[in-house]
């Protein structure tokens, strides 16, 4: 587990968002979904940092397929040296996953400690991270709904374009409703510090397609607790990863 | 045309050559219809008496006999998994399929050593 945890530099501005918490964001990693060697694998990291997943794949808890209509198809996780595939008893248009990343606690600007509020009653930030990835694989007949098991999901509001540079309207849905607050940054492999792009009140945001090739949007957001003994937030992290096909050669 | 012939030339004259492909075959071969996955190609052939599939990964078309072969088609709210049977070279093959328009067809082809997968889409028109 690093511990290379993001200070935040909004806290004050967080004590104002919707849910009335003192929002900070503990962890800029996540999950997605790429294409290695061909194969579907789910990784961690963020940029560049394709991290270790088999270390963490215990902490996975659904991998899913599903068909043009949604349904789903049984799938698994594979470990193949150092990376984490996923195999599906058929070819699936979605998959998606969610890990949950423990809890972490900290006093004022201190580290974070893999701590509960219990553990840590002094604690000013305590949260519970929870990491979703959702990858679109292959070609859709019907828009893309709220999927099981993703409490905060982002899904693309028109069909995917053909090629970069063509603005998309994203959707960010908290237990499958729309949410205004959720932090969004276009393109957490290429671009992982970009200024983060607040959803609107109607949960959405606009961006360009950024790449001919790999889109992974990442949202944020930091909902209430559902168990306020141990953690005062949950930090939620979504991934949205797609992919623009390259000129035919 | 003229102008590529002309900037084809020059190329030459300069003695530098034209950039090389990075893939092979991107086109049917069979009259089908194709989809790229990277460098492999897969081509789904309609025929009466069922469908076909062909495989060719860059250059070289897979051993058909290696590998198995499932054709998902989800038409009508309804997926049916079909399973291909291995024919000469890299041709699968599934009797008395047939594919409805707007079917959306889902194909996975797995290598049988290694557990690998190989797959892609295509919505029939």
Same mark, same amino acid.
């Given at each position: 587990?690093?511990?290379?945890?993001?200070?935040?530099r909004?806290l004050?501005?967080?004590?104002?968002?919707?849910?009335?918490?003192?929002?900070?964001?503990?962890?800029?990693?996540?999950?997605?979904?790429?294409?290695?060697?061909?194969?579907?694998?789910?990784?961690?990291g +963020?940029g560049?940092?394709?991290?270790?997943?088999?270390?963490?794949?215990?902490?996975?808890?659904?991998?899913?397929?599903?068909?043009?209509?949604?349904?789903?198809?049984?799938?698994?996780?594979?470990?193949?040296g150092?990376?984490?595939?996923?195999?599906?008893?058929?070819?699936?248009?979605?998959?998606a996953?969610v890990?949950?990343?423990?809890?972490?606690?900290?006093?004022?600007?201190?580290?974070?400690?893999?701590?509960?509020?219990?553990?840590?009653?002094?604690?000013?930030?305590?949260?519970?991270?929870i990491?979703?990835?959702?990858?679109?694989v292959g070609?859709?007949?019907?828009?893309?709904?709220?999927?099981?098991?993703?409490?905060?999901?982002?899904?693309?509001?028109?069909p +995917?374009?053909?090629?970069?540079?063509?603005?998309?309207?994203?959707?960010?849905?908290?237990?499958?409703?729309?949410?205004?607050?959720?932090?969004?940054v276009?393109d957490?492999?290429?671009?992982?510090?970009?200024?983060?792009?607040?959803?609107g009140?109607?949960g959405?945001?606009?961006l360009?397609?950024?790449?001919?090739?790999?889109?992974?949007?990442?949202?944020?957001?930091?909902?209430?607790?559902?168990?306020?003994?141990?953690?005062k937030?949950?930090?939620?992290?979504a991934?949205?990863?797609?992919?623009?096909?390259?000129?035919?050669? | 045309?003229?102008?590529?012939?002309t900037?084809?030339c020059?190329?030459?004259a300069?003695?530098?050559?034209?950039?090389?492909?990075?893939h092979?075959?991107t086109?049917p071969?069979?009259g089908?219809?194709v989809?790229m996955?990277?460098?492999?190609?897969?081509?789904?052939?309609?025929q009466?008496?069922?469908?076909?599939?062909?495989?060719?990964?860059?250059?070289?078309?897979?051993?058909?006999?290696?590998?198995?072969?499932?054709?998902?088609?989800?038409?009508?709210?309804?997926?049916?998994?079909?399973a291909?049977?291995?024919?000469?070279?890299?041709?699968?093959?599934?009797?008395?399929?047939?594919?409805?328009?707007?079917?959306?067809?889902?194909?996975?082809?797995?290598?049988?050593?290694?557990?690998?997968?190989?797959?892609?889409?295509?919505?029939?028109?």
């Open positions: 587990m690093h511990r290379r945890f993001r200070l935040s909004a004050a501005l967080a004590g104002a968002m919707a849910v009335g918490l003192t929002a900070v964001t503990a962890e800029a990693h996540g999950i997605w979904f790429a294409q290695r060697a061909k194969q579907l694998a789910l990784i961690y +963020i560049a940092d394709d991290l270790d997943m088999v270390k963490r794949l215990p902490q996975v808890e659904k991998i899913e397929a599903y068909d043009a209509d949604y349904q789903p198809i049984k799938a698994a996780a594979r470990v193949a150092p990376i984490v595939l996923v195999d599906s008893d058929a070819q699936p248009t979605v998959v996953a890990m949950p990343y423990g809890t972490w606690s900290r006093v004022g600007t201190g580290e974070f400690e893999k701590k509960t509020l219990q553990e840590m009653p002094n604690a000013t930030v305590s949260t519970h991270n990491k979703y990835a959702v990858a679109i070609q859709l007949s019907k828009p893309l709904p709220a999927l099981p098991g993703q409490v905060v999901q982002i899904v693309p509001a028109g +995917i374009p053909a090629t970069l540079g063509t603005p998309l309207k994203y959707v960010v849905l908290y237990n499958g409703k729309p949410v205004a607050g959720a932090k969004v276009n957490m492999v290429n671009d992982p510090d970009a200024k983060e792009v607040e959803t009140a109607d959405s945001v606009t360009p397609v950024r790449n001919q090739g790999l889109n992974v949007i990442r949202a944020v957001y930091v909902g209430p607790s559902d168990q306020p003994k141990l953690y937030q949950v930090e939620h992290t991934t949205l990863a797609f992919t623009l096909p390259h000129a035919p050669e | 045309m003229k102008k590529l012939a900037a084809l020059c190329l030459a300069l003695g530098l050559s034209a950039p090389t492909l990075a092979g075959f086109k071969q069979h089908g219809v989809m996955n990277g460098e492999t190609l897969f081509e789904l052939v309609a009466p008496a069922g469908v076909s599939l062909y495989m060719i990964d860059e250059d070289d078309p897979v051993n058909a006999a290696g590998m198995t072969a499932k054709l998902s088609v989800t038409a009508g709210g309804k997926r049916s998994d079909v291909m049977v291995a024919m000469k070279g890299n041709q699968f093959f599934a009797k008395g399929l047939k594919l409805p328009k707007g079917a959306n067809v889902g194909v996975q082809v797995t290598n049988k050593a290694t557990g690998a997968r190989y797959g892609t889409t295509f919505i029939i028109k």
